[in-house]
C-alpha cells in the first residue's frame, strides 16, 4: 500500500528560480550557480542527446545539459501532455484497472532497437490495486505509443494462480529497468505490501520473460514502508547497489534514501553490517512497522539542515525533508556519480523539487553523498592545514523519524584531533580521503569543495560512513566573512 502517496494529487507544482550571476561578499567575488529548479516526484534519469532527463509521477519530465539548470517538459497527466498527449485514451485500460487518472514513478530506457520504452505504472493509492506496462517512442521525449500492462496487482489471481495476497504479493510499481554488466535486461520494482521484486527482461521487446510469475523477491514484506527501488551498477567496485526509500513521502513522513550491494543483479543484497536484506521485512498483522525494517540498510540521506554558528553570518538554512524515491547514473566520461530524488523544504509544506547530488565511493566501496546540491563540481586533492577547522557537522543517523537532523560544532585540528560536540582524531589521505574517528566510531569518506548554498560561498566539506552503516556530513564554518582554507 501506499497511502501517503495520494498526497502528491494535491501538490501544485511550482519553479523557482535560484540567484544567478555575480555575488559581491568580502573581499571575494565567486560566480554564482544559476539553479534553475523543476517539480518532478520520483524522478528517473537517462541521459539521451546530451542532455539528462528525469520522469516521474503524473508524467512529469525535465531536462538539463549541466544537473544545475533544468527545463520542465511536462508536469500532469492531462490532455495534451507532451509524452503522452492523449492519455485519457491511450491508457485507457491501465486507468480502469488501477480506478486512477493519474500515473506514478515511470522508468525510461534505451533498449536495443534504439527506441526509448517508458515503463509506466498506475495504482488507485489507497490499496495496492495497481499495474505495470510500457509504453514506446522514438523519441526521448515522446510521444509514446502504449504497449500494454504487463503486471498487475490488488486483486484476482496473482501470476503463480494463487489468490493476491498484499502481505506477500507485491505492488507492481516503482519500475526501475536496467543492463546488468553482461548485457542482460532487469526490472526491479514494488512498494510497500508484498516487498520489493525483480525480473528478468527481454532486451529485444522490453517485456518480461516468460514463466517468472512476479519475479524474484528481494527484501520487503507485511506492509513494509519500502518502495522506489533503482540498482545501479559500479565499474569501480563491481558491485550492484540497490537504491531504496523507507518511511513515508509527506513532509513528516521520514523518508530517508539507504542502499544495500550485491555482486548479482538479483541478488542478495546486504548492507555494511553483512545483514541479507531478504530479512528486511514488516511484522506480520501489522500496517507499517518501522522499528522491524530500521535496522535494515545504509541510511546515506535524511531529514537535516545546516545551522551556522554563533561564529557566522546570520543565514536563513534550509535542509531537506523527507529526500527521497532516487535514480542515479554512473558517468563514464567523466567518472562522476550523481544521486537524483525529490524532497521538499522546511516551511514550504509539501512543495517538492529535483536535487542532485555528487556521490562518491568510500574506501569499502559503499557510496557517499556529497552534503550540498551538485553545482559543477570536481573533487580534487587538498592539504591537511586547508581542510583542518571549524565544521558544522550531521550525523544522519539509522532512524525513520520526521525530526530533523541538525548540525552541531565539530572542530578538525591541524594536529590531527576532533574537538567539539565529538571527541576523536581525523586523517587525511590522497589528497580527498578522509577518516574521522567521532566518540571511538571511525567514519570513511571523502574531502571536496562545494558551493554552501545556505551561505552562498565555497566551502570544505566532508561526507563520509561508519561501517555500521551511519552517514556523517560536514560543512566548514564561515568565519569574519570568509571561509577556513
Not at 492519455?87 to 525510461?108: C, G, H, I, R
Not at 542502499?259 to 501489522?286: E, L
Not at 550540498?372 to 565544521?391: C, H, Q, W
Not at 552541531?408 to 560536540?421: F, I, Y
Request: glycine share 10%; hydrophobic share 35%.
Amino acid at each position: 500500500m501506499k497511502n501517503s502517496k495520494i498526497i502528491r494529487f494535491m501538490i501544485i507544482p511550482l519553479i523557482l528560480l535560484a540567484a544567478c550571476g555575480k555575488q559581491a561578499d568580502g573581499p571575494d567575488t565567486e560566480d554564482v550557480p544559476a539553479f534553475r529548479n523543476v517539480t518532478v516526484h520520483d524522478p528517473s534519469v537517462i541521459k539521451a542527446d546530451g542532455q539528462y532527463y528525469v520522469f516521474g509521477s503524473h508524467l512529469a519530465s525535465a531536462k538539463s545539459a549541466d544537473l544545475i539548470e533544468w527545463t520542465q517538459i511536462s508536469s500532469s497527466a492531462v490532455p495534451g501532455n507532451k509524452l503522452i498527449p492523449n492519455v485519457k485514451e491511450e491508457m485507457a485500460e491501465a486507468l480502469e484497472w488501477a480506478q486512477s487518472e493519474t500515473f506514478w514513478a515511470p522508468d525510461v530506457i534505451r533498449l536495443n532497437d534504439g527506441r526509448y520504452y517508458m515503463y509506466y505504472c498506475s495504482c488507485r493509492g489507497d490499496s495496492p490495486l495497481s499495474c505495470l506496462g510500457i509504453a514506446v517512442s522514438d523519441n526521448v521525449e515522446g510521444p509514446c505509443e502504449n504497449l500494454g500492462i504487463i503486471l498487475r496487482s490488488g486483486k484476482g489471481l496473482s501470476p503463480d494462480g494463487s489468490v493476491y495476497n498484499a502481505n506477500v504479493h507485491p505492488n507492481v510499481v516503482d519500475p526501475n529497468v536496467f543492463f546488468d554488466r553482461e548485457g542482460n535486461l532487469w526490472m526491479v520494482y514494488g512498494s510497500y505490501s508484498g516487498g520489493i521484486y525483480i525480473l528478468k527482461m527481454d532486451p529485444e521487446t522490453g517485456f518480461p520473460l516468460p514463466d517468472q510469475g512476479y519475479g524474484k523477491k528481494l527484501l520487503g514484506g507485511y506492509h513494509a514502508r519500502i518502495e522506489g527501488p533503482y540498482i545501479m551498477y559500479s565499474p569501480e567496485t563491481e558491485y550492484y547497489y540497490l537504491f531504496l526509500s523507507f518511511g513515508g513521502l509527506d513532509s513528516n513522513g521520514g523518508y530517508n534514501i539507504r542502499v544495500a550491494r550485491s555482486k548479482n543483479p538479483d541478488g542478495p543484497y546486504v548492507d555494511s553490517k553483512g545483514q541479507d536484506m531478504a530479512d528486511c521485512m514488516g511484522k506480520p498483522g501489522v500496517l507499517f512497522h518501522d522499528p522491524s525494517i530500521q535496522p535494515y540498510g545504509v541510511k546515506l540521506m535524511g531529514n537535516y539542515q545546516f545551522v551556522n554558528l554563533e561564529e557566522e553570518p546570520e543565514s536563513n538554512t534550509v535542509g531537506y525533508l523527507s529526500p527521497g524515491h532516487n535514480s542515479a547514473y554512473y558517468d563514464e566520461e567523466t567518472g562522476k556519480y550523481f544521486i537524483f530524488f525529490h524532497t521538499r523544504f522546511k516551511g514550504l509544506g509539501e512543495h517538492h523539487e529535483v536535487r542532485v547530488h555528487q556521490m562518491f565511493m568510500n574506501q569499502d566501496g559503499w557510496p557517499v553523498i556529497a552534503p550540498y546540491r551538485y553545482s559543477g563540481e570536481t573533487i580534487g586533492r587538498y592539504r591537511k592545514n586547508d581542510v583542518a577547522g571549524l565544521y558544522k557537522l550531521v550525523c544522519h543517523g539509522d532512524d525513520i523519524t520526521k525530526e530533523i537532523k541538525t548540525s552541531v560544532p565539530v572542530e578538525l585540528g591541524k594536529d590531527g584531533s576532533v574537538s567539539g560536540s565529538y571527541s576523536g582524531k581525523w586523517r587525511l589521505s590522497s589528497g580527498n580521503k578522509i577518516e574521522i574517528e567521532l566518540d571511538g566510531t571511525v567514519y570513511k569518506g571523502v574531502v571536496l569543495k562545494q558551493w554552501d548554498t545556505d551561505n552562498m560561498k565555497t566551502v570544505f566539506t566532508f561526507t563520509a560512513l561508519s561501517d555500521s552503516g551511519t552517514a556523517i556530513w560536514g560543512s566548514k564554518a564561515i568565519i569574519q566573512d570568509r571561509t577556513l582554507n
